[in-house]
């Protein structure tokens, strides 16, 4: 029998988590589901961890891979996937037992193509920090909730991948899937291409999905050297691009995204290295007449290329990185 949800779990060296995280999906009180499990090249044990729950479950299924990246991940097991839905899921994660039939309701009730619900931020030991929720509940169009992508988006609800439901139906025809040369923000570029292709759209304020703030893994230790801004203007670029064929460019919107933009061409100039290596003229033709942005250190390197005084702004980027800044 088709299960009606495929739940899609790609996993890399999550031994220390990803117990608990197959638990909270097994005890779901909905029972028709698949559970893919992507170990992507793990060698912490993870993924032995899930073929002994695979052996005793016959709802997993685990797939072994070399190391590709979460993305990569991703679009093996949506590939592989036979729901009439999918949910994502991360493997430091948790859902509530009630997770999927709350999803999967919210769907039949207003036959929704994505139902886009809310999450509980946790801290490491499962304590409850915060709940993400979108600002009000509705049904929309694409043309709708992109109409209000500023207030959506403000504290990121539309981009996360956690605590959405959509039709397996919306990736086929031109394939749907995760670009895997993006190692940051690739959620909110894949669900931006998404909405598109969507007819209803639900937001609701169910919040089963628990969302564990890693601080192994937080951004606050990540160097801003090895962040691709180029990548990341791509994607503001595209989300730009959507808002104007569907006539959502609006004030507050246009605002919302020039700011974004502005502040990772700022990024991409300041924090030279040898993932960012396009050049101020480079980033001045593919950006159009965007104005960089930016506050503290940034400010000078957004005058500077505002100013088109090109040499100068490498000048200070060399000087900045020599002082060894840098941390995020």
Known sequence: MKPAVSVILPVYNKAPYIEATLSSVLAQRVTGFELIVVDDGSTDGTGLLCDGYAARDNRIRVIHKENGGVSSARNTALKAAEGDY???????????????????????????????????????AGNSLSRLLPPREGLFTPKTLLDEYSELQKEGILGFSGGKLFRRSLLEGEALLF????????????????????????????????????????????????????????????????????????????????????????????????????????????????????????????????????RLGECYAALYRKRGRGKL
Not at 100 to 121: N, R
Not at 201 to 223: D, P, V
Not at 286 to 307: D, E, H, I, V
Request: aromatic share 8%; proline share 1%.
């Open 86 to 124: 999918i949910v994502l899921l991360d493997g430091d994660d948790t859902v509530s037992e009630d997770w999927l039939s709350a999803l999967l309701g919210e769907a039949e009730a207003s036959s929704a193509d994505v139902v886009i619900s809310g999450l509980e931020k946790t801290d490491e």
């Open 179 to 310: 670009d895997e040369t993006i190692r940051m923000a690739e959620d909110l570029d894949f669900f931006m291409r998404l909405y598109r292709r969507a007819e209803k759209i639900r937001l609701c304020f169910a919040c089963g999905y628990r969302y564990r703030q890693n601080s192994a893994a937080s951004t606050g230790s990540q160097s801003a050297y090895s962040v691709d801004y180029a990548a990341q203007i791509g994607i503001w670029l595209r989300i730009r691009q959507s808002l104007l064929e569907l006539d959502a460019y609006h004030d507050r919107n246009r605002a919302f995204v020039e700011d974004r933009l502005g502040r990772y061409l700022s990024c991409a100039l300041l924090y030279r290295s040898a993932v960012n290596t396009a050049s101020a003229r480079l980033l001045r033709a593919r950006c159009k007449g965007l104005k960089a942005r930016g506050t503290g250190s940034l400010m000078p390197a957004a005058l500077l290329y505002n100013a088109r005084l090109d």
